[in-house]
């Protein structure tokens, strides 16, 4: 049951719920969700920290900046929701709203923005 309630509690915050459902679309950078999210750095790795350790998510390091992609391995809980999300997220106009920011900002991304 704890397991159970450690990976609920990792999508306890809206601010989590938008980052998963983000990640659902493709590996990201920090700086990839601090300006979509409109978040300081800070913010954003203290909410990835949690959502690594409850399980949701992954990341590697290239040089200063740590990328994040949701855990395709996670526990059966983990998966079900994430197979989940597409239809939950559907019509949702915070999802769509952070959907449309993320093409402007990677579209307008230049190659030197996540390098050391």
């Given at each position: 049951?704890?397991?159970?309630?450690?990976?609920?509690k990792g999508l306890s915050e809206p601010v989590r719920?938008?980052i998963i459902a983000l990640l659902y679309l493709g590996?990201?950078?920090?700086?990839?969700?601090?300006?979509?999210?409109?978040?300081?750095?800070?913010?954003?790795?203290?909410?990835?920290?949690?959502?690594?350790?409850?399980?949701?998510?992954?990341?590697?390091?290239?040089?200063?900046?740590?990328?994040?992609?949701?855990?395709?391995?996670a526990g059966r809980l983990q998966r079900d929701v994430?197979?989940?999300?597409?239809?939950?997220?559907?019509?949702?106009?915070?999802?769509?709203?952070?959907?449309?920011?993320?093409?402007?900002?990677?579209?307008?991304?230049?190659?030197?923005?996540?390098?050391?």
């Amino acid at each position: 049951m704890e397991n159970i309630a450690e990976a609920f509690k990792g999508l306890s915050e809206p601010v989590r719920v938008r980052i998963i459902a983000l990640l659902y679309l493709g590996e990201l950078c920090v700086c990839d969700l601090m300006a979509v999210l409109d978040m300081p750095q800070s913010t954003i790795s203290r909410h990835l920290s949690y959502l690594k350790r409850t399980g949701w998510t992954l990341s590697r390091r290239k040089g200063k900046w740590v990328y994040y992609r949701w855990n395709g391995n996670a526990g059966r809980l983990q998966r079900d929701v994430l197979d989940m999300l597409p239809e939950w997220l559907a019509g949702n106009k915070e999802f769509a709203a952070d959907r449309n920011a993320l093409a402007v900002h990677l579209k307008n991304k230049t190659e030197e923005a996540c390098s050391d």
